[in-house]
């Protein structure tokens, strides 16, 4: 007689506004952060970190209006082991349905010895307090110690009986700089289990980076040893070479849930939808072959693989493309497609705009359609990108003029409209070694900008000679000695006008970090 054990629930904890956008170039503004976690609520999310609230007066304010959007989710702010942390955590968060201050220190001897200068004794104290502290404020605290995979294990256990005494209701066992192996995460969870007493009053949890290319093995390593909290990021994005990718851990526990007897409450079909919106936002594609949301993920390029797929998809095909999200339609849109069509398509792709964005998204639609005789879904994406997601910054482009030819110098006028200026146009001529090349010096001009272009990434949208073009820069500018990246996009049918938008949507992105980072001092803690 076989007997079945009732499937236990994994909460998904997602940081990509977090740990994710503290990686450099991924910076987003508030409103995308607002839109990104509107669609981290449809995903089906079961906690956002939304940030480090102390760690910047942008950041306080993000987790604020995320705390006072939320409803249904548990939102959670990082917090320092201190109370100054604690505090700035608690105010940010206070008007949140269901608030969670997450608190972190270390417990390796290499933190503790070389960036602390304190003893094993003194951080374990200060773990304690800071988790008492905590719970004055609130019943839902998270602690983690830090780079715990280069502890020594009873150290963390001894830490992780103390702060639950204290109140902690999480467990959270990082391996913060991706030095674990699998088995040996295993076995890891597994001692904490065994030598914890009171580690059944906590929620145990992991959160893995992949330095090692291991993030989602240790991750799973760790639900099969117990852990029933995941903390990942869309797309994998995070410090260094990033987290555990949500998608590929919820994919990886439905594909295999014969192996694994648990379950997440994550909508796979939001799944692509949700890895387009943060490449959008970020102006940072995935790479094609990027499990589950790269562009080649479903491809089947060999004549053998697709002989067996036209014969029966599961040969080759151990996952449904619509299962994460990936539709795709026979319809080709045009100049002549009604709204409602345009609409019904859009819908079916995931996206509900607004009016409003709809009246921004209908315009540009109107203008590529002029141009290009066939739009298709890939098309349509980076319109809703423009239309929607696009950052409302200080620049705005409002004429590009080149003129270029074999035997010509190019020379290229742009027009540019400043919001702090109250909006006031300048323009500029330039020449330059092509005619983005000129465009670009013309906005240096213009902005007066030192910042430098350090990559320069252009891709057609779909084939043909007619095709979108999407330019992705990094830019660096060095401010206070520090260097600042960015990253910056840009879409036209044009090419030399996709580089010069994405340079000012760079530009842009400075601007904000700028902004958002003077006010306070930016906390020297480096996760
Ligand atoms: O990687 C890490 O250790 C962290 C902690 C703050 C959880 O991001
Ligand atoms: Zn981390």
Redo the contacts with the bound molecule.
């Keep these: 007689m076989s007997t079945t054990t009732k499937k236990e629930k994994v909460y998904i904890f997602d940081?990509t506004l977090?740990?994710g956008e503290q990686a450099p170039g991924f910076s987003m503004n508030i409103d995308e952060k607002l839109h990104f976690t509107d669609q981290l609520v449809k995903l089906g999310m079961d906690i956002i970190e939304a940030g480090f609230p102390v760690s910047s007066p942008g950041d306080f304010e993000a987790v604020k209006k995320i705390a006072e959007r939320v409803k249904g989710v548990q939102v959670a702010g990082?917090a320092r082991a201190n109370r100054k942390d604690i505090d700035v955590a608690w105010d940010a968060l206070r008007n949140a349905e269901n608030p969670r201050i997450?608190i972190?220190i270390s417990s390796s001897d290499i933190h503790i010895n070389y960036q602390f200068k304190k003893t094993r004794e003194e951080v374990l104290a200060i773990a304690v307090d800071s988790v008492k502290h905590a719970r004055n404020y609130m019943p839902n605290v998270e602690f983690?110690p830090?780079?715990a995979t280069r502890s020594d294990w009873n150290y963390v256990a001894q830490m992780v009986e103390a702060v639950i005494h204290a109140g902690a209701t999480t467990i959270?066992i990082?391996?913060?700089v991706g030095y674990a192996m699998p088995s040996e995460f295993h076995q890891f969870i597994t001692f904490l289990f065994n030598n914890v007493p009171n580690i059944d009053k906590a929620i145990v949890s992991v959160?893995c980076?992949n330095d090692l290319g291991l993030a989602t093995a240790n991750t799973l390593a760790a639900i099969e040893a117990g852990a029933r909290q995941v903390?990942c990021t869309i797309n994998g994005i995070g410090?260094r070479a990033g987290?555990t990718a949500m998608e590929e851990l919820v994919m990886a526990l439905k594909v295999r849930g014969d192996k694994y007897n648990v379950y997440t409450d994550i909508n796979t079909k939001q799944i692509v939808p949700t890895s387009k919106l943060l490449t959008h936002i970020t102006g940072v594609n995935v790479q094609p072959n990027k499990a589950i949301v790269g562009a080649n993920a479903f491809a089947h390029e060999s004549g053998i693989h697709q002989d067996g797929m036209l014969k029966n998809a599961m040969t080759y095909e151990i996952m449904r493309p619509e299962d994460v999200g990936i539709t795709k339609s026979a319809l080709i849109l045009g100049k002549h497609s009604g709204r409602h069509a345009v609409i019904a398509r859009l819908n079916n792709m995931g996206y509900n705009l607004s009016d409003e964005e709809l009246d921004r998204f209908f315009k540009l639609f109107k203008v590529l359609a002029d141009k290009k005789k066939q739009i298709f879904d890939e098309d349509l994406e980076v319109l809703v990108g423009e239309a929607v997601y696009k950052v409302k910054g200080r620049y705005k482009v409002t004429n590009v003029q080149i003129s270029t030819g074999m035997y010509s110098p190019p020379m290229t006028l742009v027009t540019i409209k400043d919001r702090n200026d109250e909006g006031v146009e300048s323009f500029d001529v330039a020449h330059g070694n092509g005619g983005v090349d000129a465009g670009i010096n013309a906005v240096k001009k213009i902005t007066g900008t030192n910042a430098k272009i350090e990559s320069f990434n252009l891709v057609a949208i779909t084939g043909g000679s007619d095709a979108l073009c999407e330019v992705t820069v990094t830019v660096v500018e060095e401010i206070d000695g520090k260097q600042l990246k960015v990253f910056g996009n840009g879409v036209n049918i044009d090419i030399s006008v996709a580089g010069i938008l994405s340079f000012v949507d760079a530009l842009n992105k400075l601007d904000y970090i700028k902004q958002r980072n003077h006010i306070g001092e930016k906390i020297e803690a480096q996760?």
Excluded: G, I
């Design positions: 940081t977090r740990d990082l997450h972190f983690s830090m780079d959270n990082p391996d913060t959160h980076h903390e410090e987290n996760l």
